[in-house]
């Protein structure tokens, strides 16, 4: 980015470890969200669990990629 002001990079640095998610999760109300506003008539009848697919994510889990 370089950026170099101190203020800003505190910002960016605290919305990074506050906000962003440490274990990227599907997230179902997002899904349920996006399914909401979709113009295809096949979305408002679809089950957010059929986009969902953590198995990645746990695998990762389980190998103790995070902490």
Sequence with gaps: ?????PEILETIYKYGTEYIAKIPEPNRDGIVEVLRQ??????????????????????LVQRGQYR
């Design 1 to 5: 980015m370089r950026e170099d002001d």
């Design 38 to 59: 979709s113009s295809d008539p096949r979305a408002k009848t679809a089950a957010p669990e059929s986009f969902m697919d953590d198995s990645l994510v746990r695998e």
